[in-house]
Nanobody, 121 residues
Framework: QVQLVESGGGPAQVGGSRTLSCLVS????????MGWYRQAPSKQRELVAN???????TYGDSVQGRFIVSQDIAKNTVNLQMNSLKPEDTAVYYC???????????????WGEGTQVTVSP
């Protein structure tokens, strides 16, 4: 069973930086893409950043130019470097991946449990 484990969440200061990491493990799979979503209280979950393996990256409008997503495919990890943090970046951040099962060749999405980031003055 594929599992995603996020780390790096916690408090941060306005204007500061923080880096989230996510490790994908379990089973035999090929990672198609990896990314981060976030959900603030009373708001819908939104895309933060996505990276296609060997392909393009996509950023949400609100983080474009401030956040950087990177992938280490050899380690099955994806990182999110968050810079120039704002109070509105406060949310639960979820790691997501789409993989191809090498036994069935089926694609499936998996999600982490989420990690809280709180940005304060």
């Amino acid at each position: 069973q594929v599992q995603l484990v996020e780390s790096g969440g916690g408090p941060a200061q306005v204007g500061g930086s923080r880096t989230l990491s996510c490790l994908v493990s379990g089973g035999n799979f090929i990672i198609q893409d990896m990314g981060w979503y976030r959900q603030a209280p009373s708001k819908q979950r939104e895309l933060v950043a996505n990276i296609v393996t060997g392909g393009p990256t996509t950023y949400g409008d609100s983080v474009q130019g401030r956040f950087i997503v990177s992938q280490d495919i050899a380690k099955n990890t994806v990182n999110l470097q968050m810079n120039s943090l704002k109070p509105e970046d406060t949310a639960v951040y979820y790691c997501q991946t789409q993989v191809t099962d090498t036994s069935s060749y089926l694609r499936k999405d998996y999600w982490g449990e989420g990690t809280q980031v709180t940005v304060s003055p």
